[in-house]
């Protein structure tokens, strides 16, 4: 049974700084591209960040562009998100979620993710 777990989310004032952990067990890791999704109160889930298989190809949306880096330890089973410069915008719950591909472009769709994380609290305060 595949499970993603995140964690480090909290409390943070306008301008820190996170870095968000997501855990895999139960899929070969190295065979799934990985994503970063957050969803504010009253707004859809959106994609915030994402890294091929591999590590070696990374997309983001303009939101987090030169704010936040995704990255990837396969040894570790593990996906990461660093956020820098926060806003309170950027307040939201954040998911990590994984889809088995080797092959590009990163997916950015939510629904062709196939495996999903409980998720983790950012909040922002100003």
């Known amino acids: 049974q595949a499970q993603l777990v995140e964690s480090g989310g909290g409390l943070v004032q306008a301008g820190g700084s996170l870095r968000l952990s997501c855990a895999a067990s139960?899929?070969?890791?190295?065979?799934?591209?990985m994503g970063w999704f957050r969803q504010a109160p009253g707004k859809e889930r959106e994609m915030v960040a994402a890294?091929?298989?591999?590590?070696?190809?990374?997309y983001s949306t303009d939101s987090a562009k030169d704010r936040f880096t995704i990255s990837r330890d396969n040894a570790k089973e593990t996906l990461y998100l660093q956020m820098n410069s926060l806003k309170p915008e950027d307040t939201a719950v954040y998911y990590c979620?994984?889809?088995?591909?080797?092959?590009?472009?990163?997916?950015?769709?939510?629904?062709?993710?196939?495996?999903w994380g409980q998720g983790t609290q950012v909040t922002v305060s100003s």
């Open positions: 139960g899929l070969t890791f190295n065979l799934y591209t």
């Open positions: 890294i091929s298989w591999s590590g070696t190809t990374t």
């Open positions: 979620a994984a889809y088995l591909a080797k092959r590009l472009p990163i997916a950015t769709d939510p629904g062709r993710y196939d495996y």
